[in-house]
């Protein structure tokens, strides 16, 4: 399953909000899932600039492919908006990794 990871990204530190992205990312990704990480542009940004236009696209394009969307907190006009687009497209979005492994127990890994 599909997971695109929706979050904070300019509202506080980048860093720290794409460091935490790829925590949840991760933690995603040792359930079974495959998770998108839009956050990860921050790298690709820091060697190729793009105005921020273009990563909102990109993004777009690639959350439209996703199974699900996982919101993680903080507060985040983008990624509000990518939870309207979401609902619009009727992709489910969880709130939690553990709603979302609470709605799709045939993910768990069995440890």
Not at 20 to 40: D, K, R, V
Not at 41 to 61: A, G
Not at 63 to 72: A, I, P
Request: a negative charge; aromatic letters at 12%.
């Amino acid at each position: 399953m599909r997971v695109y990871v929706a979050g904070p990204y300019t509202d506080g530190d980048p860093e720290e909000n794409t460091k935490n992205a790829i925590e949840a990312g991760n933690q995603l990704l040792e359930l079974g899932y495959s998770p998108f990480i839009p956050h990860l542009s921050h790298y690709w940004n820091l060697l190729y600039p793009q105005p921020i236009q273009t990563w909102y696209k990109y993004d777009i394009e690639w959350m439209r492919l996703c199974d699900v969307v996982l919101r993680l907190p903080g507060k985040s006009s983008g990624a509000s908006r990518e939870v309207e687009l979401a609902t619009l497209l009727h992709i489910p979005v969880y709130f939690s990794i553990e709603e979302l492994v609470a709605s799709s127990p045939r993910m768990r890994v069995q440890r």
